[in-house]
């Protein structure tokens, strides 16, 4: 049974859980916008990117290769691996949303984050409530308008500060991953061995095959993920 809930109290709450992505989103999205203005990106083209892509990890990747001269393909390549997570996210997120509506579902699917994610599954109680979808709805949007903003104050810093300044902020790119990964190496060591040997397969690739850095890094995330395999499936069978 439903518990009743207005639009405006599901929408107030919703935005408040998303309050901690918001303000902790706006320094990623910031670094990333200097990012992209330092790969040769404009204002608008470095913003519309946020809007239309919406996946921070992504974005530091794209942003890198553009900087790196990879062709267009292989950026397209390289970040759809690196976001292949999102299809199980969707899949446990359409389950959780089952008694939605297809529109709803598919709409609030695609502003699906790893934190948006982790939000809403903490709030799964809330599809028992009366305009439940307004909550999400909510969630989503803040955490969107705070990665377009960041990206957008980001961009505009990059014309501004020095370039010595702009350089440095490419360490944000490793700074993301880091975060990403290390997580994940704490709960599964194996993890750990797949990122060093994918990192030496880009090197083998780049400095021994003659591959150029594009290529390097798709074939290197290719190979590295089917690597990744066997050896996830050892340790369910342990």
Known sequence: METEQSIGSAFKQGSLAGMPIFLGYMPIAIAYGVLASQSGLTIFETTMMSVLVFAGAAQF???????Q???FLQIVVATFVLNFRHFIMSMSFMNQLKNYSLPWKFGLSLGLTDETFAVSALHKKETNKENSMFFYLALILTAYFSWIVGSFAGALLGEIIPSQLS????IALYAMFIGLLTPSVKKEWRI?????ISMLLNFIF??????DTGWAIVLATVVGSLMAIPMMK???AS
């Open 234 to 236: 050892e340790d369910d």
């Open 192 to 196: 750990g061995v797949v990122a060093v």
């Open 61 to 67: 990747m794209a942003a890198n290769m553009m900087a």
């Open 206 to 211: 780049s400095e021994f095959v003659g591959l």
């Open 167 to 170: 350089d440095s902020m490419g």
């Open 69 to 71: 001269g990879a062709l």
